[in-house]
């Protein structure tokens, strides 16, 4: 299937920085949140960066109008639903992606692809709240996802072939590469760099050094852009805690098991940057 038309619900971090690479792409792109004004106000904020990408002479001014004119901003499903494509990119709570993906499955045409976004959700289950569970799939972007090369693939239990080969040429077209993961928890990114972050809180929690030297540390010395510490606060404390719970509970090896510092910093709302205060101040 050729995707030309496609719609990314939720204009958060990740469903904006899709939608921005998608329009960018060539794709006729709605972007749709609960209230059109959240949607205008991403469509917005894409502007915005694409000017920056003008005025530094690394996007000619035809191509950010081009772009802009294929991003439409709707506050309902309703006004997508020719789309061929969906990429969901809501909050990380479960019912609340099973309702969105019955109510895409009642809207879009037979064909249509159902995507998620998903960093820890399996993607077998929310498959499985649809009738069409063969056309459903895990398409993980990175953050920041204009930056980001990788696109993860995640292919549920039910998902087949002609699914997992459009979104493929899909997010090449998108200008990624992708990798393809079977469908268990954390997925391929997840299940190796949580675990990497979470080791990090441990080390600060036992005085192996300060959170500046650790990351100084992995920074310089294994060739990363980010310490763990300038990392999760990035991600956001909250989403590391919640997928090494995922990891932990899915896994079911206390290897995985969070780190208390990491779970009090969460308690205590310092969430990283998002917050202005993680393992540091912003
Ligand atoms: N959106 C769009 N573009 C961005 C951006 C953003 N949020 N942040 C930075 N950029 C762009 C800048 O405009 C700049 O572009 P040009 O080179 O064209 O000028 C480029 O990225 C480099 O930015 P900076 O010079 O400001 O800063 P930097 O060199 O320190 O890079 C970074 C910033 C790209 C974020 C880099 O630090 C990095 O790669 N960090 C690691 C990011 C990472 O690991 N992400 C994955 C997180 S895990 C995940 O997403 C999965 C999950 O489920 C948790």
């Known amino acids: 299937m050729d995707i030309r038309q496609i ?12 939608a921005q ?23 917005a904020g894409i502007a915005g960066r694409l000017d920056k990408l003008v005025a530094k002479g690394k ?35 479960e019912p609340t992606k099973r309702e ?13 692809i159902l995507a ?13 709240a649809t009738k069409r569970p063969d056309q459903v799939v895990g398409m993980h972007f990175m953050n920041p996802v204009p930056v980001m090369k990788l696109v993860e693939l995640i292919r549920g239990a039910q998902t087949s072939d002609e699914t997992y080969e459009a979104v493929k040429a899909l997010a090449q077209k998108l200008g990624k590469t992708t990798v393809v993961s079977r469908d268990f928890p954390g997925f391929i990114v997840n299940r190796i760099l949580i675990p990497m972050l979470n080791e990090a809180c441990f080390a600060l929690h036992e005085g192996l050094g300060t959170a ?13 852009p980010m310490g763990p510490f300038e990392l999760a606060d990035f991600i956001g404390l909250d989403t590391v805690l919640a997928i090494a719970e995922v990891l932990h509970k899915g896994l079911g090896d206390d290897k995985y098991r969070p780190s208390p510092l990491l779970r009090q910093y969460v308690d205590a ?11 540091h101040q912003y």
């Open 7 to 18: 719609v990314i619900v939720g204009t958060g971090q990740m469903g904006a920085g899709i």
């Open 21 to 43: 690479v998608a329009a960018q792409s060539g794709l006729e792109v709605t972007l749709v949140d609960v209230d059109r004004a959240l949607a205008e106000k991403a469509k």
């Open 59 to 93: 996007l000619a001014q035809a191509d950010k109008d081009a772009a802009i004119a294929r991003l439409h901003s709707a506050g309902s499903l309703e006004e997508a639903k020719g789309a061929q494509l969906a990429i969901e990119a809501i909050v990380e709570h």
């Open 100 to 112: 969105l993906f019955v109510r895409l499955d009642q809207l879009l045409p037979k064909e249509a």
């Open 116 to 128: 998620t976004n998903t960093s820890s959700i399996p993607i077998t289950r929310l498959a499985a």
């Open 212 to 224: 500046k030297d650790i990351d100084e540390a992995m920074k310089l010395g294994t060739n990363q």
């Open 269 to 279: 709302g310092w969430f990283g940057r998002k917050t202005g205060r993680g393992f």
